[in-house]
Nanobody, 125 residues
Framework: VQLQASGGGLVQAGDSLRLSCTTSGRTGSAYTMTWFRQAPGKDREFVGGIFRTGYTPSYADSVKGRFTVSRDNTKKTIYLQMTDLRPDDTAVYYC???????????????????WGQGTQVTVSS
C-alpha cells in the first residue's frame, strides 16, 4: 500500500486549503483513513478521519467545525478540507490508512501501518 499526499502550501490566517491523499494497492471501503499532523517539537497528533465507510467522520477538538474529512472509495482518496486556518494549524500533515484498527485505537498514530510522505501547511498571521 502506498499513499501520496498533496495540497499543502503557505496561506494566511483565515484562508482555506484542501489536502488530498490517494492510495494505491489493496485499499478500499473497509480501510480506516485518517489525517494526522506534526508541528515542530511536538508529537504527531490526530486531526480527523473516517473509521470505515458509513461511519461519521471524527475530529480533534482543535479543528472541529473548521476541518472536514471525506473519502472517495472509487478514487481511493481521502480529503481534508481546512477552513479558517490559524497559525497554530501550521504543521506537516500526514495521511494514514490501516485495515486492522479497532475503533478504540482509531486516534492513535501508533495504530497505523501505512503513511503518506507528509505535506507542509504553513499559516501566517
Amino acid at each position: 500500500v502506498q499513499l501520496q499526499a498533496s495540497g499543502g502550501g503557505l496561506v494566511q490566517a483565515g484562508d482555506s486549503l484542501r489536502l488530498s491523499c490517494t492510495t494505491s494497492g489493496r485499499t478500499g471501503s473497509a480501510y480506516t483513513m485518517t489525517w494526522f499532523r506534526q508541528a515542530p517539537g511536538k508529537d504527531r497528533e490526530f486531526v480527523g478521519g473516517i473509521f470505515r465507510t458509513g461511519y461519521t467522520p471524527s475530529y480533534a477538538d482543535s479543528v472541529k467545525g473548521r476541518f472536514t474529512v471525506s473519502r472517495d472509495n472509487t478514487k481511493k482518496t481521502i480529503y481534508l478540507q481546512m477552513t479558517d486556518l490559524r497559525p497554530d494549524d501550521t504543521a506537516v500533515y500526514y495521511c494514514a490508512v490501516s485495515s486492522t484498527i479497532i475503533l478504540s485505537s482509531f486516534r492513535s498514530a501508533s495504530s497505523y501501518n501505512y503513511w503518506g510522505q507528509g505535506t507542509q501547511v504553513t499559516v501566517s498571521s
